[in-house]
């Protein structure tokens, strides 16, 4: 009857109060065989409660949450550690009555001993930012006794791509992390949209390739593309690119405009697009100096002069030669 008391005490006390690493791998029933004699030593008196306050207090702290931080699959590890400590207290303490200055004394040489051997264990590289379900990343989490994954949310960031009409575009779905083998990949196209509202995709292939490519772009192919990669039932990752198709007409105005910009604005500068705001020095540049502007226009009426200069000669020349003509026909030649 005593036992079966005891039993129940220790399970609400297990429950009341978070032991972290040791509640993680360290058995119920070993507990309570571990704080059966604990006295205080201030009222000599038998306290289990305290026992696990103090099991909380030592095991409970970021230096052993820290050291538990391994990668997937090593928890067994971890609980191989923690037992080799903490089993020969047990039994040593089991059915005697100890002082709480032994359990202190004890107890933190034992949690000592599993930060350094645990920190000795394989850290995992890490998450990889933005976005992703990065399996590799994971951690051991001796608060929650479970695996924490990267938190990263599944949709990344949309990614703008620019091409020209009937130009070749290439999507690939690619990700900075490690994939697992068996992936599938859904490649799912929302037209003429810039979204990442998932049911406003329509599904265009499935399998294995990361690569989309249209051959020949055109305005129809504008919209938001969906790269989903898949390992067994379990989404990993979906990522967005915006494609933009600027027509050809319009790209070759385009061209012509920015060298024509380019050829009579000083510094290279460009005139602001259209429907932009309206134009005003400062978004054209600095004006030229008035030294550049009279050479300029020097050169211009030089250039005039020697033109009329060039115009008038070759007048006078043609006349010269025909009243030659005309005098020669005269005397008989």
């Given at each position: 009857?005593?036992?079966?008391?005891?039993?129940?005490?220790?399970?609400?006390?297990l429950?009341d109060?978070?032991?972290?690493?040791?509640?993680?791998?360290?058995?119920?029933q070993?507990?309570?065989?571990?704080?059966?004699?604990?006295?205080?030593?201030?009222?000599?008196?038998?306290?289990?409660?305290?026992?696990?306050?103090?099991?909380?207090?030592?095991?409970?702290?970021?230096?052993?949450?820290?050291?538990?931080?391994?990668?997937?699959?090593?928890?067994?590890?971890l609980?191989?550690?923690?037992?080799?400590?903490?089993?020969?207290?047990?039994?040593?303490?089991?059915q005697?009555?100890?002082?709480?200055?032994?359990?202190e004394?004890?107890l933190?040489?034992?949690?000592?001993?599993?930060?350094?051997?645990a920190?000795k264990?394989?850290?995992?590289?890490?998450?990889?930012?933005?976005?992703?379900?990065?399996?590799?990343?994971k951690?051991?989490?001796?608060v929650?006794?479970?695996?924490?994954?990267?938190?990263?949310?599944?949709?990344?960031?949309?990614?703008?791509?620019?091409?020209?009409?009937?130009?070749?575009s290439?999507?690939?779905?690619?990700?900075?992390?490690?994939?697992?083998?068996?992936i599938?990949?859904?490649?799912k196209?929302?037209?003429?949209?810039?979204?990442?509202?998932v049911?406003?995709?329509?599904?265009v292939?499935a399998?294995?390739?990361?690569?989309y490519?249209?051959?020949?772009?055109?305005?129809?192919?504008?919209?938001?593309?969906?790269?989903?990669?898949?390992?067994?039932?379990?989404?990993?990752?979906r990522?967005?690119y915006?494609?933009?198709?600027?027509?050809q007409?319009?790209?070759g105005?385009?061209?012509?405009?920015?060298?024509?910009?380019?050829?009579l604005?000083?510094?290279?500068?460009?005139?602001?697009v259209?429907?932009?705001?309206?134009?005003?020095?400062?978004?054209?540049?600095?004006?030229?100096?008035?030294?550049?502007?009279?050479?300029?226009?020097?050169?211009?009426?030089l250039?005039?002069?020697?033109?009329?200069?060039?115009?008038?000669?070759?007048s006078?020349?043609?006349?010269?030669?025909?009243?030659?003509?005309?005098?020669?026909?005269?005397l008989?030649?």
């Amino acid at each position: 009857m005593c036992t079966a008391a005891f039993w129940l005490v220790c399970v609400s006390l297990l429950f009341d109060t978070s032991l972290s690493c040791y509640q993680c791998f360290v058995d119920l029933q070993d507990t309570s065989r571990l704080c059966f004699g604990h006295i205080l030593t201030e009222y000599n008196v038998k306290n289990v409660d305290g026992c696990f306050s103090k099991l909380d207090r030592i095991f409970n702290n970021e230096a052993v949450i820290e050291a538990a931080r391994v990668g997937e699959g090593y928890e067994k590890q971890l609980k191989e550690i923690l037992n080799a400590e903490i089993l020969p207290i047990v039994e040593d303490f089991d059915q005697k009555l100890n002082k709480d200055t032994v359990y202190e004394e004890r107890l933190q040489t034992a949690a000592d001993n599993f930060i350094a051997a645990a920190s000795k264990l394989p850290r995992v590289s890490g998450c990889i930012p933005p976005c992703g379900y990065q399996s590799l990343g994971k951690e051991y989490n001796c608060v929650t006794c479970q695996y924490d994954s990267c938190g990263f949310p599944l949709d990344c960031p949309v990614e703008e791509i620019n091409v020209g009409e009937n130009n070749r575009s290439s999507m690939w779905c690619d990700v900075p992390f490690p994939l697992p083998d068996d992936i599938e990949v859904i490649w799912k196209f929302a037209e003429q949209v810039k979204t990442q509202q998932v049911d406003e995709f329509k599904e265009v292939t499935a399998g294995v390739d990361r690569l989309y490519s249209i051959p020949s772009t055109s305005v129809q192919h504008e919209g938001t593309y969906q790269c989903e990669i898949y390992s067994g039932q379990r989404s990993i990752v979906r990522l967005y690119y915006h494609l933009t198709v600027t027509p050809q007409a319009a790209a070759g105005h385009t061209e012509l405009q920015e060298i024509f910009d380019l050829s009579l604005l000083p510094g290279g500068r460009l005139l602001p697009v259209p429907g932009g705001p309206p134009h005003s020095p400062l978004l054209l540049g600095p004006l030229p100096s008035p030294l550049l502007l009279t050479a300029c226009l020097t050169a211009l009426l030089l250039l005039l002069f020697l033109s009329l200069g060039a115009l008038c000669w070759s007048s006078i020349t043609e006349t010269s030669h025909a009243e030659q003509a005309d005098g020669d026909e005269d005397l008989g030649f």
